[in-house]
C-alpha cells in the first residue's frame, strides 16, 4: 500500500476564526514528512486536520479534501474513527493511561478495534514493543504501571500503543519536546526505522532535528497578524536548510524571526 496523502485547498476553523488557508501538498509514501514554522501558524492544527482530530473540538471545521490513497477522508460515509485508526497519532507529552500496565497499554486500541484471542495480543504486543526499540527494557515488567517508566520510555510505549493497532500513517506532534537529549535520539532514531513501515508527519520545533530526521520539509507562517497560518514553501530537506526559495523560510531558519 503506498499510503500517501494529498491535500487540497484546505482551510480549517474554530468557530468564525479561520487558523489555517488553501493548504495543498503531497505527502510521500514511507518518507518523515517535517513541519515547522513559528508558534500559532497552524502546524499542530494542520496535522489534526489529517486524522479528523481537529472536528473533535466544538465549533471546529475543516473545508477541502484531503485524500489517502485516493479515499477522501472527510466524505460522507467515511467515519472518523476508522480515520484515526488509519492515522495514528503520537502527542507532545508522553500520555499512557496511568492506570493500566504496560502490556494493557499497547493492547488498548487492539481492544477497542475488535476481538482477538489472548496469544494473538500477546504476539502484537511483544511485536509493537520491538517495533518501538522498547522490549528489551520492559519485557520482564509488563504488568508493572507504564506511567513508572521514564519519560522517553512512555513516549516509546505511546508509540507502540499506535502502531499496535498497524496504522498506515503516523502522525507526530512535538514528540521530543518534552524529553532530554539521549531520549531524543532514540525516538530519532526510532522514526528512521519506522519510515519503512509507515509514512510519518512531524511537527517540530527544532531545526536540528528537522534536518537530521526529514526527507521534505514544509514550512509554515502566517500570512500578516491575525491572519490564518500558510504553508510558505515545501521542498527536500536538503534544498530548505541550505537553499531555499522564500526569504522567510531563510529568515526562520537562520533565526532571523520567529
Known amino acids: 500500500m503506498s499510503q500517501q496523502i494529498q491535500v487540497s485547498g484546505l482551510d480549517a476553523y474554530y468557530g468564525k ?3 489555517i488557508e488553501d493548504i495543498s501538498m503531497t505527502i510521500d509514501p514511507q518518507s518523515i514528512t517535517a ?3 513559528p508558534s500559532g501558524c497552524g502546524k499542530s492544527t494542520f496535522l489534526r486536520t489529517l486524522n ?10 475543516v473545508e477541502g479534501k484531503v485524500l489517502l ?7 460522507a460515509d467515511v467515519e472518523p474513527v476508522s480515520v484515526r485508526r488509519m492515522i495514528g497519532m503520537v502527542f507532545q507529552r508522553p500520555n499512557p493511561f496511568p492506570t493500566m500496565s504496560i502490556y494493557e497499554n499497547v493492547a488498548a486500541g487492539l481492544r ?6 489472548k496469544s494473538e ?8 514493543l520491538k517495533g518501538s526499540n522498547l522490549w528489551n527494557e520492559v519485557k520482564d ?22 502502531i499496535a493497532v498497524k496504522p498506515e500513517v503516523l502522525l507526530m506532534d512535538e ?19 519506522l519510515k519503512s513501515k509507515f509514512t510519518i508527519i512531524i511537527v517540530t520545533h527544532n531545526m536540528q532535528q528537522a534536518a537530521r530526521v526529514s526527507d521534505r520539509t514544509a514550512f509554515f507562517n502566517l500570512a500578516g497578524q491575525g491572519q490564518p497560518g500558510r504553508v510558505i514553501e515545501m521542498d527536500d530537506t536538503s534544498r530548505i536548510f541550505t537553499n531555499p526559495a522564500q526569504k522567510a523560510t531563510e529568515d526562520y531558519i537562520t533565526g532571523r524571526f520567529g
Request: overall charge negative; glycine content about 12%.
Open 17 to 19: 476564526h479561520k487558523a
Open 35 to 37: 513541519f515547522i514554522g
Open 52 to 61: 479528523r482530530m481537529h472536528e473533535v473540538i466544538p465549533g471546529a471545521r
Open 69 to 75: 490513497d485516493g479515499e477522501d477522508l472527510y466524505a
Open 112 to 117: 477497542l478495534n475488535g476481538r482477538y484471542a
Open 121 to 128: 495480543v500477546d504476539g502484537i504486543v511483544e511485536d509493537s
Open 141 to 162: 515488567r509488563l504488568n508493572k504501571p507504564g506511567a513508572g517508566l521514564s519519560g522517553g520510555q512512555q513516549q516509546r510505549l505511546c508509540i507502540a500503543r499506535a
Open 175 to 193: 514528540p521530543c519536546s518534552a524529553l532530554d537529549p539521549i531520549s531524543t535520539l532514540a525516538i530519532e532514531d526510532l522514526m528512521a526505522e
